[in-house]
């Protein structure tokens, strides 16, 4: 069992910076893929970034390549996303989901946290 606790959303204007973080549960965080997705509201669950236990291989969807960046550190049981040059697209609740194997579909993802909001004004 892994829990997942996200943090770090807010209201920001358009071109700025957040850093998201989501801190894991269970001895087990490394041998879990991590990943974030959002859902603007009316849309179906996106997937944005993805990373190996090791952290060692990353992917990322085409509408966020370049601006933001996933990283973990298993010795604290953390997984971040620092999100950059932020546009109004992008606001929405961004989730933190782990997963055994590598995948960008959300319904194979095992544990998920409650999301943190993300606000891009414009």
């Known amino acids: 069992q892994v829990q997942l606790v996200e943090s770090g959303g807010g209201l920001v204007q358009a071109g700025g910076s957040l850093r998201l973080s989501c801190a894991a549960s269970g001895h087990t965080f490394s041998s879990y893929r991590m990943g974030w997705f959002r859902q603007a509201p009316g849309k179906e669950r996106e997937f944005v970034a993805t990373i190996s236990g090791r952290g060692d291989s990353t992917y990322y969807a085409d509408s966020v390549k370049g601006r933001f960046t996933i990283s973990r550190d298993n010795a604290k049981n953390m997984v971040y996303l620092q999100m950059n040059g932020l546009k109004p697209g992008d606001t929405a609740p961004y989730y933190c989901?782990?997963?055994?194997?590598?995948?960008?579909?959300?319904?194979?993802?095992?544990?998920w946290g409650q999301g943190t909001q993300v606000t891009v004004s414009s």
């Open positions: 989901a782990a997963a055994r194997v590598l995948t960008y579909s959300a319904v194979r993802y095992d544990y």
